[in-house]
């Protein structure tokens, strides 16, 4: 293996991933991964302080 | 003048507290490094596709009879690219919304005749080939009617066509010179110079693989393979990657109407999803018109959610 080989990617995406299928959608288990995210940070965004909202109020 | 009065969900009320000063230029540099440190992160920890090209060498290597096959779709005109219509011919009206010849209006703007393009033209560019120039004049000098008088002959005997040795053998009478044509060109396909002659038909120089990609979309080996990778249309193919690298989650919309009827066996599903898109797309324009689609956000109170403490201080004045 050369040098930079063995500065490969810890995680390889480059064999066949796992599917869902349900119905007519059959969806790839990265792409559940980066739609969950998603509506995660959609709700972290909603619902987390703003930063620095504890400084204004210790200092109004 | 009377008093404006003070609405909550749209005024803010004066803000009497303290100010601090805020760095715009300081907030964008964090922003910027952070965001670098973590691409590199990621870029460390997770790995990319590296699917290698697939290329009309490699495709009449691995399945020479499904090449031959439709090296002679294309000789006979049934292959997909010799009855799409425009852009490339006028074999058919191509897609069209409802009464509207989209196809058609834009008209053939990359000329693709497929008798000439991937198989006669590609057979002429053989150096120092006597047998194949003979059968290349005998073509050229044949009349329509005979020419299709080989095909036709040529193709009721290929449904027994076998590879054996390197070869492609069909066993036709009255096929003319079209044996030859077939053969040769599964030889030139994959020996590589195949793909080399259809690349340089536009110029020495070109980046225009319009001719290699149809003829290899014809076959049934890339779609056999974007079968196995889960890329086809038919399994929300936009939004896949090879691999197991995500696609393009946010499509999901656009990938969403080609699993429902009638687009799912439509030929023009193409056309009505666009369609279908740019009248959401204007729906998602309109909001602020539409009456009762414009009062969601208001009835649901997210903004409340987001700005709660704006509406704390607001309740308690």
């Known amino acids: 293996m050369s040098w930079y080989g063995s500065l490969a990617a810890l995680v390889p995406l480059d064999n066949l991933g796992h599917y869902l299928h349900w119905h007519f959608i059959e969806i790839s288990i990265a792409n559940v991964l980066v739609i969950v995210l998603m509506a995660v940070t959609f709700v972290a965004a909603i619902l987390l302080p703003f930063p620095g909202r504890r400084r204004r109020k210790e200092n109004p | 003048m009377r008093k404006k009065t003070f609405r909550p969900d749209v005024d803010a009320p004066e803000w009497k507290g303290g100010h601090s000063p805020y760095d715009i230029i300081k907030e964008g540099t964090i922003a910027l490094v952070a965001v670098s440190l973590l691409t590199l992160l990621l870029a460390i920890v997770f790995g990319s596709p590296d699917e290698h090209a697939i ?15 439709t090296a002679l779709s294309e000789l006979n005109g049934t292959s997909t690219s010799a009855q799409y219509g425009a852009p490339y011919n006028h074999a058919s009206t191509g897609p ?7 196809a058609k209006w834009v008209g053939v703007r990359i000329a693709v005749n497929t008798v000439r393009d991937f198989v006669i033209a590609p057979l002429k560019s053989q150096p120092n080939q006597p047998v194949l120039s003979t059968d290349l004049s005998q073509w050229s000098q044949a009349s329509s009617s005979t020419r299709a008088s080989w ?32 053969e040769d060109l599964t030889q030139m396909a994959r020996s590589g110079a195949l793909d080399q002659a259809l690349i340089t038909q536009a110029g020495f120089y070109t980046t225009n693989y319009t001719l290699p990609l149809l003829f290899l979309a014809d076959g049934t080996y890339l779609a056999n393979l974007a079968q196995k990778q889960h890329l086809s249309g038919d399994q929300w193919g936009m939004m896949n990657e090879t ?9 999901w919309l656009y990938t969403l109407w080609y699993q429902i009827p009638p687009m799912t066996t439509s030929g023009n599903a193409d056309v009505l999803v666009m369609a279908l898109m740019m009248v ?22 997210v903004y409340r959610l987001i700005w709660r403490e704006h509406y704390q201080t607001q309740e308690k004045t």
């Open chain 2, 55 to 69: 290329t009309i060498k490699t495709w009449s290597n691995a399945a020479p009879i499904d090449f031959a096959s």
């Open chain 2, 96 to 102: 069209q919304l409802g009464p509207f010849t989209l």
């Open chain 2, 151 to 182: 095909v036709a002959n040529y193709t009721k005997a290929a449904g027994k066509m076998t590879f054996a040795n390197g070869q492609v053998a069909v066993n036709a009478t009255n096929a003319g010179p079209v044996p030859v044509f077939i």
């Open chain 2, 243 to 251: 691999g197991s690298y995500p696609g393009q989650a946010w499509l």
């Open chain 2, 280 to 301: 959401l797309s204007l729906g998602l324009l309109l909001v602020p018109f539409i009456p009762g689609i414009r009062s969601i956000p208001r009835k649901t109170r």
